[in-house]
């Protein structure tokens, strides 16, 4: 058992304030403490909600009272401290997606998973820094400021969902929720040393989630340990009539099917994820936490997923043409920043736009408008949607001989501030082992497996079937259960 | 395949960005490095491929013809840059 109030996971936290031992408001107060104490070295946050955070942790206390150690009387989340990413939209708190073109922006209704939080008895501690739009893999592309990695603050906590993996790193708040778009749950909960789950794509409602590239974004939490994750899936997975997208498959208890061991499940490791540059201590333990899935019974095989280089280029194609298509939307008419001193129409809109957006934004609009303009829409933006089927096919036969792949979440662990900030290059690179499996919208989960000589924390990525998120948190607890990386926190 | 500074012009004023005349050069040597990383997906043959634009299996999703309740108007406007009489305000479009 943990033994500060900030440093306990969700299900101890759960037991706890089940068996009447401390309060909601405890650890309501513990959290924004904590927040006082070290977020002015992490940054991890662009609004802090304290004041809506202790009438919801109030509101849990008496459903807790009135439930009197009874766990079926209260949801599972219920006096939980739980930080969003700034791209949920949440009733009456300023929501930017990072973004100074939403500075001020204060959404009129909820996001459907903040809505399901609110009912599963959440408490909602403030809203977390992130890429402008999602669009990055440091959160240095905020339009505010950069966040911090907790385990050295001269690094990135990897991105776009910085913020929510930092916070959940240093114990700021318990859970928190963000977004995967080619990486941005796994990338920053390996470079933070935590769990961060994509989902399948379908599985959870993107219904008031701030848009990036719509046939790829999925929500997803980060936890110390993944039955926090497993706790959180569960409150906010399953279909939305708000969303169209989101699949008509029933939502398993996650958190009761952790239990039961890998013995005999098949794990392919596809060697194209050991990409040329990857760090030699992300390989070695790695390879080291592959061997401890064998001990643990599982049947490790290779396997080969032989488009995996095209992953990148199909990745940037795809999603920048989703981009311009979706941030058209910010032309200072409805909601936003809106250059009202410019007389002229059009040069009004320039100039929103212009001073609104960040470079990385700009960089995908221009990328993707030029990808879908006339001549180039065969050559760039079709042809990248066939190497998306290429991709799928590759995971579909590996799936005919595996339950799930294992691979590095990132070819490094956390990079320095700036290092890669001006080389839009370099920082995609970041986040070619998670791109594919975007692409072939699957799910993926991030756990830590060890450290590097730097003493930074290291991910190790477990993707599964679609829909099959249960098999991935079993895995990864069954590690858990074998081995304490995940249970080794920052120092601040 | 090199994008030219005129190519970036081109390519913001259909995407109404506004760019300055400094950021278009060095938009036109990021954009092109990464044009060309792109060009990877030329060497693959798909011709007989069928494009994928999403994953799920789902078509046609239904829901029941039935009114709900909208948001209340003032709500909706409540992030107006500009309004009046209950509408967003805009600039002139059409000349006289």
Known sequence: MSTTLHDLTAPEARDLLIQGEITSTELTHAALDRIQHVDGKINAFLTVTADLALRQAAAADRALLAGNGDSNATPELTGIPIGLKDLFCTDGVETTSGSKILKGFVPPYDATVVARLRAAGAVFVGKLNMDEFAMGSSTENSGYFPTRNPWDTSRVP???????????????????????????????????????????????????????????????????????????????????????????????????????????????????????????????????????????????????????????????????????????????????????????????????????????????????????????????????????????????????????????????????????????????????????????????????????????PIGLQLIGKAFDEETLLRVAYSFEQATDFHMTRPTL | MALTPEDVDHVAALARLGITPAERQRFAEQLSGILEHFQALQALDTENIPPTAQVLELRNVMRPDVARPPMPRGQILVNAPRQEAGFFRVQAVLEE
């Open chain 1, 158 to 456: 990897g991105g776009s969902s910085g913020g929510s993996s930092a916070s959940v790193a240093s114990g700021e708040c318990i859970l928190s929720l963000g977004t995967d778009t080619g990486g941005s749950i796994r990338q920053p909960a390996a470079l933070c040393g935590v769990a961060g789950l994509k989902p399948t794509y379908g599985r959870v409602s993107r219904y008031g989630v701030i848009a990036f590239a719509s046939s790829l974004d999925q929500v997803g939490p980060f936890s110390i340990g993944v039955e926090g994750s497993a706790m959180i899936l569960h409150a906010i997975a399953g279909q939305d009539p708000l969303d169209s997208t989101t699949a008509p498959v029933p939502v398993p208890h996650y958190r009761a099917l952790l239990e039961g061991g890998i013995n005999g499940l098949r794990i392919g490791v596809p060697k194209e994820y050991f990409v040329q540059g990857t760090e030699p201590d992300v390989e070695k333990c790695v390879n080291a936490a592959i061997e401890t899935l064998g001990e643990l019974g599982a049947d490790i095989g290779d396997v080969s997923l032989p488009h995996t280089d095209y992953g990148l280029a199909t990745y940037y194609i795809i999603a920048p043409a989703e981009v311009s298509s979706n941030l058209a939307r910010y032309n200072g008419t409805r909601y936003g920043l809106a250059a009202t001193h410019v007389p002229d129409t059009w040069a009004a809109m320039d100039e929103t736009r212009r001073t609104g957006f960040g470079d990385e934004v700009k960089r995908r609009i221009m990328l993707g408008s030029y990808a879908l303009s006339s001549g180039y829409y065969d050559a760039y933006y079709l042809k990248a949607q066939k190497v998306r089927t290429l991709i799928k096919q590759d995971f579909d036969r590996a799936f005919e001989h595996f339950d799930v792949l294992v691979a590095p979440t990132s070819p490094t662990t956390a990079f320095r501030v700036g290092e890669k900030a001006n080389d839009p290059m370099a920082m995609y690179l970041s986040d070619v082992c998670t791109l594919p499996v975007n692409v072939a919208g699957l799910p993926g989960l991030s756990i830590p497996c060890g450290f590097d000589s730097k003493g930074l």
